[in-house]
């Protein structure tokens, strides 16, 4: 049984946590508490001798894989020595071959150093958790493994804190606006606040990281939403059309880089925008891969007919992956052919779900784990399926794993 730790998993688990069910034809969505593990990751970081003395940059990994099997780390795993080769020692031994590591996650804070003058000073009292990241990546190239940055964008409280003209603010305090769990977002109209993580990618990409997975790329979804006062936004432009010129913007700063998406696991089956400005049709423009979060333990009591989704898990991946793939098998067929500028800017995208490797709503076994994986696999019907897999605590389900 995975450790007590792994509960506290509800933060860091992509865009947020939500249950989906579906009453007739209307598609709801639960709110779940969220938590952070990253004391327990904390008090097991090791650190390297000479820490500070980083390697020059790295070039991107030479022959990527065509399709990611990746597993999830925070920063703190992945900056220190044991959990790095803990993760390393797993992935070469079983059919993974891709790590996603938090750069910068829901806190804010990026995991280390850079020579971006506004990083620094906006977060200039944050915890390193990772002292060496180009050797970091060093070590990850040098066994073979594609590595991916995490970064979260429109929730960061240092922001917030830092630049309170870009975030939402209260009409009723006029301080910043704070969801439920009291963590601050920013507007995602604003421009400046989408600069801001531009720089922060490019300096990623820059140091030898192979991708950048963009998440929190949407309007906050709880706490008091009729509060919040947006500075930039005019609250009359669709959500969708907002979010969806962000990630045009993305792409056009980023033309040559490999991006990709987390967005709720609804967006598979809503062909809205879920009312927080995601639809899955606009991430295929600009995405090189979507990763829809289809955890079959956030679809709620009554999902298809499901008293307890969770307990599930071929079924629930595999009905969000078959309708996701149909969307997918459509969109190539129109970006074949367009010569658009604005748009179908990606040709063949490719969905990259995230799936659960941690005990909610069901103890999950390795069979469970597996049993998403082959879901994944059934509903390509023959587009490439990579996966990504999540538990918070990093302690992953190998026996769920082929073996290399």
Known sequence: MKRFAQLLIFLVAGSGLFLFFQTRNDIRMVQLAQTSDTEVEKKTVEKAPNDNDDIAPQRPLENPPEIIKAAYATGWTAGGVQGLNRMIDLINSTELNAIVIDIKDYSGQLSYRTDIPQVEEYGKDRELKILRPNAMIKKLHDNGIYVIARQTIFQDPILANARPDLALTSSTTGKQWKDNLKVMWMDPAGKETWDYNILIAKDALARGFDEINFDYIRFASDGNLNDIKYPFWDEKTLKRYVIRDFWKYLRKALPDSKISADLFGLVTLNYGDVGIGQNMDDAFHYFDAVAPMVYPSHYAKGFDGYQNPAAHPYEIVFRSMSEANERLKHYMINAETSTSTEYYLVKKPQLRPWLQDFDLGATYTAD?????IDATYAAATGT????????????????ALQSE
């Open 368 to 372: 469970m784990v597996k049993a998403q």
């Open 384 to 399: 490439p399926a990579g996966w990504m897999m999540w538990d918070p605590s990093n302690r992953y389900t190998k026996a």
